[in-house]
């Protein structure tokens, strides 16, 4: 036995000392040269810098994105409600505990890195027939036996293949993680994007509520100036109609209003009718600073990428596993044990027995399987290296598009505050005139009309801004590598993504 051990020894040492592990080696793919977010240098975004929705953002080029970037709204209701949300999640969680999985089916992997052992006991009663001489040593026809045993196995990595098996699996796991990043950025930009849709809505409600109170007003002093001759009927019909048509566009938001609310209550994790705070514009502020990661740092930060790139570590690792189940294996097993007829012989000398192995196997012919599986496995690397270039043009694309539209709504926001503030100046000018009789009601109407597109055009503007910001940081990668989304602490992390021990 102790021959064995020392056998068993040399070539584990011999096989690790070799480090063979046949397919090619991980290698992340670079950057295209050449690859930027435009054609022209970042400017800062235009604004006046009068409100708390109108100010000229500036991109900081090479800044890192901080992991509670939503707190740079500057809004206590939204920062408490976003970890409220991460904290009862169920999706989230659902992806936390598949990541342990991962990272258990690595360890799996892990076990063929060491011997078996098994143990076994037998006891038998036994009769040997007259026509036969007696089993056992005491001459006996009906006796007991014992038998205790131990089975000892192991096959040597001689060609890499469980570590490679290893490798796909981490990257498996590594394909989970970047999953569950991705879904908690998705989560927590939701979140932020429906509150800030909330608070537009809010807003949108608010304005037509105050036209709707003054068209109503307005048609008042029509009913009171025909009550005297000095409106015609046909003024008053058209403001009243003017006044419903209103009054018609507060139901389909009110109910955008209450299902919006109903989609905060799933991300946080809560029934509809749970109490939820309640968001409006003028709870945030726009962030003056936006940090804009250069194109290569996209690699390391979008989680699409990284999990992009973690297919191509697995697909390269079952490239390995495919070669080494074409080559030799060696097989190496001992089955020390003992057997006596009486319970209290255990352990005493002359009862062992033990028996040494070691099989040698080479894939001979199953039926071309093996040789297309190599074939498939590089077939599917190919396929992965595809599949991650164009995920990476996909993330700067991302990141280009929220730019142009960081910049061209706030140029829209700035216009529409200048139709706003020109449509409000106008129509107290006509409401001014309509008193002195120096117009008609069909003027005042249509100032009505103008002034109330203009606010909610600028309501819908201001909302932009935010969701624009919202949508960079997302595009950035959301910043998650400054934070813990796996719902463990990082010595856990540690012992389930990296060791291999097996306790």
């Not at 080696?25 to 435009?38: T, V």
């Not at 098996?165 to 908690?184: C, M």
């Not at 996209?298 to 495919?322: F, H, T, Y």
Request: proline share 5%; aromatic share 8%.
């Amino acid at each position: 036995m102790k021959r064995f051990l020392r056998y068993t020894t040399a070539i584990i040492a011999t096989s690790y000392l070799a480090g063979c592990k046949v397919g090619p080696d991980y290698k992340r793919p670079d950057l295209p040269k050449g690859m930027d977010y435009q054609s022209t240098p970042l400017t800062n975004t235009s604004g006046r810098g009068t409100n708390a929705f109108d100010v000229s953002q500036h991109f900081q080029t090479g800044v890192d994105v901080p992991g509670k970037w939503w707190e740079l709204f500057q809004n206590p209701v939204l920062n408490s409600f976003v970890e409220q949300a991460l904290a009862h999640n169920q999706s989230l969680a659902g992806m936390q505990a598949g990541l342990k999985s991962a990272w258990e089916q690595r360890r799996i992997e892990g076990a063929g890195l060491y011997p078996t052992v098994s143990a076994s006991f037998n006891p038998t009663r036994n009769k040997t027939s007259k026509a036969l001489s007696p089993v056992p040593n005491s001459n006996l026809w009906l006796y007991s036996m014992h038998t205790a045993q131990l089975n000892i196995g192991y096959v040597p990595d001689l060609w890499g293949g469980v570590r490679r098996a290893i490798e796909a699996a981490s990257a498996q796991a590594e394909i989970q993680r970047f999953q569950l990043e991705a879904t908690a950025i998705t989560l927590i930009s939701n979140i932020v994007s429906t509150t800030i849709n909330e608070a537009s809505i809010r807003a949108q409600i608010s304005a037509t509520e105050d036209l709707i109170a003054s068209q109503k007003e307005t048609l008042n002093t029509l009913k009171a100036r025909q009550r005297l001759g000095d409106a015609s009927l046909q003024d008053v019909v058209t403001q009243l109609a003017s006044v419903a048509q209103l009054e018609a566009t507060l139901p389909p938001l009110r109910q955008q209003l209450a299902q919006t609310r109903d989609q905060l209550a799933v991300l946080a994790g809560v029934a509809p009718n749970s109490p939820l705070p309640e968001f409006y514009l003028e709870q945030y502020k726009l962030p003056n600073e936006l940090p804009v990661s250069f194109p290569s740092a996209l690699l390391e930060q979008r989680p699409d990428v990284r999990a992009a790139q973690a297919q191509i570590k697995s697909a390269s690792a079952q490239v390995g596993v495919a070669i080494a189940n074409r080559l030799p294996n060696l097989q190496l097993s001992a089955t020390p044990g003992e057997v006596m007829d009486k319970m209290h012989d255990f352990f005493r000398p002359g009862y062992g027995n033990w028996t040494l192995s070691a099989t040698l196997m080479q894939p001979i012919f199953q039926g071309g399987s093996l040789l297309h599986a190599e074939r498939q496995a590089k077939d599917n690397l190919l396929q992965a290296k595809d599949n991650y270039e164009a995920t990476v043009i996909s993330a700067i694309q991302d990141v280009a598009d929220t730019l142009y539209a960081l910049k061209y709504d706030a140029d829209t926001l700035e216009a529409n505050q200048t139709n706003y503030d020109a449509a409000g100046r106008s129509l107290k000018i006509v409401k001014g005139q309509l008193r002195l009789g120096d117009v008609s009601e069909l003027t005042v109407l249509q100032a009505q009309q103008a002034y109330a597109q203009a606010r909610l055009s600028l309501v819908q503007a201001q909302s932009a801004r935010f969701s624009d910001s919202v949508a960079l940081f997302q595009s950035l990668g959301g910043g998650w590598w400054n934070r813990n989304d796996l719902g463990m602490s990082p010595k856990d992390q540690e012992k389930l993504g990296k060791s291999l021990w097996p306790w």
